[in-house]
């Protein structure tokens, strides 16, 4: 058995007025926010789903329903702590994280370090084990008429001990 796993991520959620916006964990000044059972923070999220990806733990809707009232609302770094505990118990650490956000706006660029700084603190790692992109629709599709955002996530772990 090879040491080391990687894992995919997605998560897209619409945007809605009189939300807010989270994202890696940062609240972003927007006209509107990400709609969702719990804050909505894709980033986190699809975060989430590739570290558990990776450690063949299922995905972020077997572990926090959006039909369980204790989800409702949630700060998703409260997940995404869960999730590192959850690797960790079955015997991994996290290796690295590549993250793309796709989002028209607001721009992304000016919080990815406080962002990182922010995950890799919930996650027990450092920050430059998380990369954080963002990229555009070019104005296509509901990214880039601005009715909703996704973002992807690549995780890599290991077996610690092995």
């Known amino acids: 058995m090879?040491?080391?796993r990687i894992g995919f991520g997605?998560?897209?959620h619409p945007f809605a007025l009189g939300r807010e916006l989270w994202l890696g964990g940062v609240k972003l000044e927007f006209d509107k926010g990400a709609l969702g059972h719990s804050d909505a923070d894709v980033l986190?999220?699809?975060i989430c789903d590739s570290l558990l990806g990776?450690?063949?733990l299922k995905d972020i809707g077997y572990h926090f329903s959006n039909t369980d009232p204790r989800w409702k609302g949630v700060d998703s770094k409260i997940l995404l702590k869960e999730v590192a505990r959850l690797?960790?118990?079955k015997g991994y650490e996290i290796g690295n994280i590549d993250a793309t956000l796709a989002i028209e706006a607001p721009k992304i660029n000016p919080h990815v370090d406080k962002m990182q700084a922010i995950m890799a603190n919930v996650l027990a790692i450092e920050p430059?084990?998380?990369?954080?992109?963002?990229?555009?629709?070019?104005?296509l599709?509901?990214?880039?008429?601005?009715?909703g955002l996704n973002a992807y996530s690549v995780a890599l772990i290991y077996k610690i001990n092995s």
Do not use: L
């Not at 599709?141 to 009715?147: A, W």
């Open 2 to 4: 090879t040491p080391f």
């Open 44 to 46: 986190i999220h699809a």
């Open 128 to 139: 430059d084990q998380i990369s954080i992109k963002a990229t555009t629709n070019e104005k």
């Open 10 to 12: 997605y998560d897209v």
């Open 141 to 147: 599709g509901y990214v880039g008429r601005e009715e």
């Open 54 to 56: 990776a450690a063949a």
């Open 87 to 89: 690797i960790r118990e």
